[in-house]
C-alpha cells in the first residue's frame, strides 16, 4: 500500500475522533452555570478533547514528515511495538472486563442503574476498553522502546 | 551514509536504524542482511553477538 494512502487512512479516523472530543465538549459550553452544577464533564471533556487534537496534530506532523523524506511508515521494528500494544491492552482489558462483571454480579456497586441496563453497561464497558487501554499502552511502548533509550 | 540514507535503503525507518546502533534492537535476518549488503559488509563483520 502506499503510503501517502496509508497517511490519510490514519489521518482520517484521528480527525474522526478530535471531532467527536469536541463535539461532546462543546455543547457544554452553552449551559449557564455548567461550571457550578457539574464541573466534571465538562472539564474532564475539554481535557480529553485538548489532549487528543495535540496529540493527533503531533502523531500526523511526524508521520507527514517521515512520508516527506522517503522513509515508509512502518517497519519490523515499529510494528512489533503495535503487536505488543495489542497483546498488552487485550490481556489488560480481559481483566477489567473480569473485574466490571465480577462488580456487577457481586452487586456490590450498582451505578445507579436497573440489574439490565447495569449488565449492558458493564458489557459495553468492557468493550469500550480495549482500544481505549491500546491507545493508552502503544505510545507508553513507544517510549519504553525509544531507540536512544539508556 | 547518514541514517536516514541508510534506512531509505532498506526499506527501514530512521528510528529503527537508530535504535540497532545503539543495541536497542535487534533486527530480522533479512534486514541484517538488507543492511549489511548496503553497507557492502557481512553480517559477521556488522552483528556482534555476545554469550
Known amino acids: ?150 | 551514509m547518514t541514517q536516514d540514507e541508510l534506512a531509505k535503503m532498506v526499506g527501514a525507518r530512521r528510528e529503527t536504524i537508530l535504535a540497532i546502533e545503539n543495541g536497542k534492537y535487534y533486527p530480522s535476518v533479512k534486514l541484517a542482511h538488507e543492511i549489511a549488503g548496503a553497507l557492502h559488509a557481512t553480517i559477521d563483520e556488522l552483528f556482534v553477538f555476545d554469550e
Not at chain 1, 507527514?64 to 523524506?69: I, N
Not at chain 1, 498488552?88 to 452487586?107: E, P, Q
Not at chain 1, 449488565?119 to 531507540?147: D, H, K, M
Request: no cysteine.
Open chain 1, 1 to 150: 500500500m502506499k503510503d501517502n494512502l496509508k497517511l490519510v487512512l490514519l489521518a482520517a479516523p484521528l480527525a474522526l475522533l478530535v471531532g467527536y472530543s469536541w463535539a461532546f465538549a462543546i455543547p457544554y459550553y452553552s449551559e449557564e452555570d455548567v461550571l457550578d452544577r457539574a464541573p466534571g464533564p465538562i472539564i474532564l471533556g475539554t481535557i480529553w478533547a485538548v489532549g487528543i487534537t495535540i496529540a493527533s496534530a503531533i502523531i500526523v506532523r511526524r508521520q507527514y514528515r517521515t512520508v516527506r523524506v522517503g522513509l515508509p511508515l512502518n517497519d519490523e521494528r515499529s510494528k512489533m511495538i503495535v503487536v505488543r500494544a495489542g497483546y498488552f491492552s487485550f490481556l489488560i482489558s480481559i481483566a477489567w472486563w473480569i473485574l466490571l462483571n465480577a462488580i456487577v454480579i457481586s452487586n456490590t456497586r450498582t451505578f445507579g442503574l436497573p440489574a439490565r441496563e447495569q449488565a449492558s453497561e458493564a458489557l459495553f464497558g468492557g468493550l469500550l476498553a480495549l482500544p481505549v487501554i491500546f491507545f493508552l499502552v502503544w505510545p507508553y511502548l513507544a517510549y519504553v522502546y525509544r531507540p536512544d533509550a539508556g
